[in-house]
């Protein structure tokens, strides 16, 4: 596969892994936090978050395949493990940083 197909591939996968996570994010948020919050699915979604990981598209592509492969609750699972560790460091540094000011 050439190098731009390979670029195609993983940017399709990543779309379809991209929509996993912001359904993953919001449902979360309405489960824990019992509402909607538009700021926080950001945060938790981003291309900047996503880069604390490793390539944004290639993380997200990681999402869509293992939803493809082995569906809803296999990607979920890939996210508890790999993402939501990471977002909750950073969302109580960021709840720490604001009850400072």
């Known amino acids: ?4 197909s390979t670029r195609q591939q993983i940017l399709k996968d990543a779309w379809i ?3 996993v996570l912001c359904l993953y994010a919001r449902r ?3 489960r824990d936090d019992g509402g909607i919050d538009g ?3 950001q945060r938790m979604t981003s291309n900047q978050f996503l880069s604390i990981i490793g390539e944004p598209s290639e993380t997200e ?3 869509g395949r293992i939803f493809e492969r082995d569906g809803l609750e ?3 699972r890939w996210i508890e493990e790999h993402l939501i560790p990471v977002f909750e460091r950073q969302e109580a540094k960021r709840n720490g940083a604001k009850t400072k000011t």
């Open 39 to 41: 700021p926080k699915v």
């Open 74 to 76: 296999a990607a979920y």
């Open 17 to 19: 892994g991209d929509a």
């Open 61 to 63: 592509a990681e999402i």
């Open 1 to 4: 596969m050439g190098r731009k």
């Open 28 to 30: 979360r948020i309405l």
